[in-house]
């Protein structure tokens, strides 16, 4: 039982490092179109699950999102405050990026539409953006982990298993294309 819980919550620890680290990329690239299974980095898409309540606004969709997952575990007040401090943290995180991803792209078609562009310049810039989205996701995995920390058992184990069905249809959207 002991291991069980041990790979469930390393899986766990896993996945939660997956879907920030995918947050992380769309903050960096920013979001594309569609496919089936959601999220499509190409260039006929219609966007980032636009299709499925998606206006546009993706951090105003993540935090709704985020809202409506976490309505369904009736929180208590600490727990509440807790994720309420996640909640703000996320929201400043995500409009910072997206005024970022906005800038960064503008610097990057600027240099590309010289004649003879810096590339080293533009790579540097690139490795210097990475790192801060690392450093940004590391800091939200703590705050997530703290919040974690103050569910029960019942809580820890709907989230896991909401984690768990995520993983599920990325898997099955995985095979599919195949």
């Given amino acids: 039982m002991k291991i069980q819980r041990r790979f469930a919550v390393i899986g766990g620890a896993i996945v939660i490092i997956m879907v920030f680290a995918g947050l992380g990329i769309a903050e960096v690239f920013g979001a594309g179109g569609k496919s089936c299974c959601g999220a499509h980095f190409g260039p006929n898409g219609c966007g980032f699950h636009r299709c499925h309540g998606f206006d546009g606004d993706m951090p105003g969709f993540l935090l709704k999102r985020l809202d409506n997952k976490i309505g ?9 405050t807790k994720y ?37 310049a533009l790579n540097a810039m690139m490795k210097k953006k990475i790192e801060g989205v690392s450093a940004s996701m590391q800091n939200d995995l703590d705050l997530f982990a703290s919040f974690y920390s103050t569910l029960d058992e019942g809580q820890k184990q709907r989230v ?19």
């Fill in 84 to 120: 309420d401090e996640l909640r703000a943290h996320l929201e400043e995180h995500l409009l910072a990026a997206k005024e970022g991803r906005k800038k960064f792209k503008e610097i990057v078609r600027n240099e590309l539409a010289k004649e003879s562009p810096d590339v080293a």
């Fill in 72 to 80: 369904e575990l009736n929180l208590t007040p600490a727990q509440k």
């Fill in 160 to 178: 896991m298993a909401g984690i768990r069905k995520r993983m599920a249809a990325m898997d099955a959207c995985r095979e599919e294309k195949r």
